[in-house]
């Protein structure tokens, strides 16, 4: 099987006795997922934690090991296990030792006395209410824990993604091979061909001469009806010479490509009526430009995205998968060269090499306001009818935040924040079956910071906060809740 891998990687050599970086040993694993681009946004990016509990330390423990730039502690309390010793400083010094490039910050000061004396400190925070007016400030993480309940919630107004990482793979165009595919696939003699020649020439290779074989004598079109299609793939393995003939085999089965039209992706093609691209401005942010040059691009012959030089594993000899990929990578480079062109402010050619490799999988995400739901009580009442169990969690969770904030010393009991809870759904609204257990959880244990959920909430959190940093992958959309009393998670 010959490697996915760019042909000048291909062709390299490997220099044995050279070894990684420290850096490059330390960070193997993760720079797999989101590489050298992901580790800078990372190891450049700075987050303000408010409050050293056990939650918020088991998120950075999983933020500082993979190399976050810069964190800072605001709490000023004391902690109970350093009778004494300020609860940040603390952490601070025992978080820090776990990576010792990562810059750590104590701020023992009162969040309440800094939000009455000193609102700037706050320009570039968490906080929803300050964040929320100015769509340039960073995002926010609300995360609310009780127990064995939980949730967390991501605000923020804006997100762009172009290395989302997804599940759909870019088309090889076999159905629209560019001329000089097609002048190689109708080139090769198959019946000529060595034996061994034969059993390795790529599935690209063979689907596209087979097509162009099926379309001479079916009015230039490619197979239609059941019937068609299940003839065009017995065709293709009429094309054996031997039966164990392994690449003709894997023809068979991607034979799909061959009437699936290569086209622009519905998901990609919505994407251009984004608001983004009707207001661009050269201020604007490189994405929309991108995407802007991305759009006409489409507009002309074949109407596809851009072709991407990397291939699929397949079963190849070396030489022909390499031939392959340069035909590949040759007229990559050349629709890369007219994308740019579309371009009408500079951007670095980097930038342009992922969103062009990545065009398949872009995504532009909208979010919301962090307490936004609870404020609006038909969007409560549908999310309980959509799914009631994560809603009764959440609900619960509300009830509990919606009463300490108008009145800081209540006792939490289950009838109080029964009436919370009913008071956020319209009325006449029944809460959902599964409140009772929740609620009883809330008011058994309304400031428990348990270590099982705070070691689950660090995982869960920190990945979905390295998704923002990075913008790779997909964030999550909406409220995550976590029920470790029958060990589920679900969202509203």
Not at 64 to 70: A, E, F, K, S
Not at 232 to 252: R, S, V, Y
Not at 303 to 314: F, V
């Amino acid at each position: 099987m010959a490697d996915a891998q760019d042909i000048v990687t291909a062709s390299t050599p490997v220099l044995i006795d050279a070894q990684p970086d420290s850096k490059t040993r330390r960070y193997d694993r993760q720079l797999r997922l989101w590489a050298a681009t992901g580790q800078s946004a990372l190891e450049n990016a700075h987050i303000l934690v408010i409050s050293a509990s056990a939650t918020s330390t088991s998120i950075l423990k999983n933020l500082v090991l993979p190399g976050i730039g810069r964190f800072t502690i605001l709490d000023h309390e004391e902690g109970q296990s350093s009778i004494g010793k300020s609860r940040a400083k603390e952490a601070v010094r025992l978080l820090a030792e776990l990576n010792d490039s990562v810059e750590a910050v104590a701020d023992t000061s009162n969040l309440n006395n800094l939000l009455d004396t000193d609102p700037s400190y706050f320009d570039h925070t968490i906080l929803s209410a300050l964040l929320w007016k100015d769509s340039t400030l960073p995002p926010l993480v609300v995360i609310r824990s009780a127990g064995f309940l939980a949730e967390f919630f991501i605000q923020f107004h804006e997100h762009t993604i172009v290395e989302s990482h997804s599940e759909t793979a870019p088309s090889l165009r076999i159905d629209k091979p560019f001329p000089a595919l097609l002048e190689y696939c109708l080139s090769l003699d198959f019946s000529a061909m060595d034996p061994t020649d034969h059993t390795h020439i790529p599935y690209v290779i063979i689907l596209v001469r087979a097509l162009e074989d099926w379309k001479k004598s079916h009015d230039g079109n490619p197979p239609q009806s059941y019937a068609e299609k299940k003839a065009f793939k017995a065709g293709i393995l009429a094309m054996k010479l031997k039966q164990d003939e392994e690449n003709f085999d894997e023809a068979e089965s991607q034979a799909y490509r061959c009437w699936t039209e290569t086209k622009v992706p519905s998901d990609i093609s919505a994407l251009f009526q984004d608001p983004g691209l009707s207001s661009l401005t050269p201020a604007s942010p490189p994405f929309f430009h991108l995407l802007a040059a991305l759009q006409k691009f489409t507009l002309e012959p074949p109407h596809t995205l851009p072709l991407t030089s990397t291939l699929p594993d397949m079963k190849a000899s070396t030489t022909s998968y390499i031939h392959l990929q340069k035909l590949y990578k040759t007229r990559a480079e050349e629709e890369k060269a007219l994308f740019k062109s579309y371009l009408t402010v500079p951007i670095d050619d980097s930038i342009i090499d992922a969103f062009v490799k990545n065009a398949h999988g872009l995504k532009i995400l909208r979010g919301k306001q962090w307490g936004a739901l609870d404020s609006n009580p038909s969007a409560l009442a549908t999310a309980v009818s959509n799914s009631s169990k994560a809603a009764a969690i959440h609900l619960a969770l509300a009830s509990l935040t919606a009463l300490k904030s108008r009145d800081p010393k209540a006792n939490p009991t289950i009838e109080l924040l029964t009436t919370e809870a009913q008071g956020l759904l319209p009325p006449g609204t029944n809460l959902p079956e599964e409140f009772g257990d929740a609620v009883g959880e809330i008011a058994r244990a309304p400031t428990a910071d348990l270590p099982n959920t705070a070691a689950l909430m660090g995982g869960l959190v920190a990945q979905e906060v390295i998704k923002i940093i990075t913008k790779q992958y997909v964030p999550i959309d909406g409220y995550c809740v976590v029920d470790l009393v029958e060990t589920w998670t679900g969202m509203v």
